[in-house]
């Protein structure tokens, strides 16, 4: 069974930065495309970033030029730096395979807010 552990969150002041990471327990993990996900309250969980196994890159207009994902295959990790944070960037925030969806991890909390 695919783990997912997600990491990085916390409390930042609007304009703020952080540097979420997701560790993927999977044999093969450079084959698949990976994707950020987040979910606010009360909102579904919406995609925010991919990046296949290319490195090709999508995101979302409400993130595009303030958010980058990339991976290290060698330590089966996706990060997802995130820049110029505003305070409807809050939400807990997820990794998963967009293709395959597998069981999602806990997650980790975003808060941004003065």
């Known amino acids: 069974q695919v783990q997912l552990g997600e990491s990085g969150g916390g409390l930042v002041q609007p304009g703020g930065a952080l540097r979420l990471s997701c560790v993927v327990s999977?044999?093969?993990?450079?084959?698949?495309?990976m994707g950020w996900y987040r979910q606010a309250l009360g909102k579904q969980r919406e995609l925010v970033a991919t990046?296949?196994?290319?490195?090709?890159?999508t995101y979302a207009d409400s993130v595009k030029d303030r958010f980058t994902i990339s991976r290290d295959n060698a330590k089966n990790t996706v990060y997802l730096q995130m820049n110029s944070l505003k305070p409807e960037d809050t939400a807990v925030y997820y990794c998963?395979?967009?293709?395959?969806?597998?069981?999602w991890g806990q997650g980790t909390q975003v808060i941004v807010s003065e």
């Open positions: 999977l044999s093969g993990f450079r084959l698949y495309e």
């Open positions: 990046i296949n196994r290319g490195e090709t890159t």
């Open positions: 998963n395979a967009p293709t395959l969806h597998w069981q």
